[in-house]
């Protein structure tokens, strides 16, 4: 059984950074990729950032790409999201998520191909 608990999070203003954090429990941690969503009010959950079980690659959304980026330690069994530059369009709750597959290549970007979610955390940004 894979659980996911998420910390961090809170308001900001627009230029501050922020880090999130997402703890993980279950052994196989390690061989999942992990991913990040968010959903802003009133809209869709959308994909943030991936990376592979073996954090060798990352992948952002053209929103966040050299702003936002993603850690993972397979020791501590934890994954971050650093967030720099934040601006007010990222405000949303921010979701991490476990593929729940095996070593898989290329980590998903649809959220229903993740199997494990973490309980979300609210980031606000004012302007």
């Known amino acids: 059984q894979v659980q996911l608990v998420q910390s961090g999070g809170g308001l900001v203003q627009a230029g501050d950074s922020l880090r999130i954090s997402c703890a993980t429990s279950?052994?196989?941690?390690?061989?999942?990729?992990m991913g990040w969503f968010r959903q802003a009010p009133g809209k869709e959950r959308e994909f943030v950032g991936a990376v592979t079980w073996n954090g060798g690659r990352r992948y952002y959304a053209d929103a966040v790409k050299g702003r936002f980026t993603i850690a993972r330690d397979s020791i501590k069994n934890i994954m971050y999201l650093q967030m720099n530059s934040l601006k007010p369009e990222d405000t949303a709750v921010y979701y991490c998520?476990?593929?729940?597959?095996?070593?898989?290549?290329?980590?998903?970007?649809?959220?229903?191909?993740?199997?494990?979610w973490g309980q979300g955390t609210q980031v606000t940004v004012s302007s």
């Open positions: 279950g052994r196989t941690f390690s061989t999942y990729a």
């Open positions: 998520a476990a593929d729940g597959r095996v070593r898989v290549p290329e980590p998903p970007r649809g959220e229903n191909e993740y199997g494990y």
